[in-house]
């Protein structure tokens, strides 16, 4: 399914709305992850000593959530009919390649269990993602303004995971060329070991 011009209008419309106050909007929605996931925590190396302290006084994370939140807002009213992804392609390859760095599965993007139902699977991000934006703006919030934004949500995750996959592939070819090259490093150093001590012997 594509993304229609109309779906693109009501995006852009929402996120007009919300632009001016993007920063606590911003964090609402990395709030409203916590809240569905407190797990996903874990996922950001400045949350694991965070003790006990406030998640919405802590100051690197209100930058990355305004990073993220503004970066996804803003690719999502420049989406086109066709469905391609037009814009900050370097953004999303950069938020990919963090998130892949980071040990994200493309299972974070999609599912997890909700801490009070085992059996519940919601999708994280996307829930917090709709779940922010209707409360930003609840009285625009319609069905088909609630479709388009999921719509912009599942094109613009499907890049994100595919630079993941990317970067981890970039990743892992690297720690193969760097094993090759020590592997090397020391057949040459063997043989040339091996040839010293075969010269002192004849030496000798």
Same mark, same amino acid.
């Given at each position: 399914?594509?993304?229609?011009e ?6 852009l419309r $929402? ?9 606590? &909007?911003?964090l609402k929605?990395f709030l409203?992850?916590f ?9 950001? $190396? ?6 006990d @302290?406030?998640?919405?006084k /802590?100051p690197?994370?209100? %930058? /990355? @959530?305004? *990073? ?7 690719? @999502?009213?420049?989406?086109?009919s066709?469905g391609?992804v ?5 953004t999303?390859?950069? !938020?990919?390649? =963090? /998130?892949?760095r ?5 299972? /974070?993007?999609?599912t997890? =269990?909700?801490? $009070?139902?085992?059996?519940? +699977?919601?999708?994280v991000?996307?829930t917090?993602?709709l779940? *922010?934006i209707?409360? #930003? ?6 069905p088909?303004m609630? #479709? ?7 094109? !613009?995750?499907?890049v ?5 996959? +990317? %970067?981890? #592939?970039a990743?892992?070819q =690297?720690?193969n060329? %760097? &094993?090759?090259?020590?592997e090397? =490093?020391n %057949?040459? @150093?063997?043989e040339?070991e091996?040839? +010293?001590? #075969?010269?002192?012997?004849?030496a000798?």
């Amino acid at each position: 399914m594509g993304f229609s011009e109309a779906q693109e209008e009501l995006v852009l419309r $929402s996120w007009k709305a919300m632009k001016s106050d993007s920063e606590s &909007t911003a964090l609402k929605f990395f709030l409203r992850i916590f809240e569905i996931a407190p797990g996903a925590k874990q996922m950001f $190396s400045f949350l694991r000593d965070a003790g006990d @302290a406030p998640l919405e006084k /802590h100051p690197k994370l209100k %930058a /990355h @959530a305004v *990073t993220v939140f503004v970066m996804a807002c803003e690719s @999502a009213t420049q989406l086109r009919s066709t469905g391609d992804v037009k814009v900050r392609e370097a953004t999303l390859k950069r !938020l990919g390649a =963090t /998130h892949a760095r980071a040990g994200v599965a493309d299972a /974070h993007f999609e599912t997890e =269990t909700h801490r $009070s139902c085992s059996s519940l +699977n919601v999708q994280v991000v996307k829930t917090a993602l709709l779940d *922010t934006i209707r409360d #930003a703006v609840p009285d625009m919030w319609t069905p088909e303004m609630k #479709a388009a934004w999921e719509e912009a949500y599942d094109q !613009l995750a499907a890049v994100i995971k595919e630079e993941m996959k +990317n %970067a981890a #592939a970039a990743e892992e070819q =690297t720690k193969n060329a %760097a &094993t090759a090259a020590e592997e090397t =490093t020391n %057949a040459a @150093a063997a043989e040339e070991e091996t040839t +010293n001590a #075969a010269a002192a012997v004849d030496a000798s």
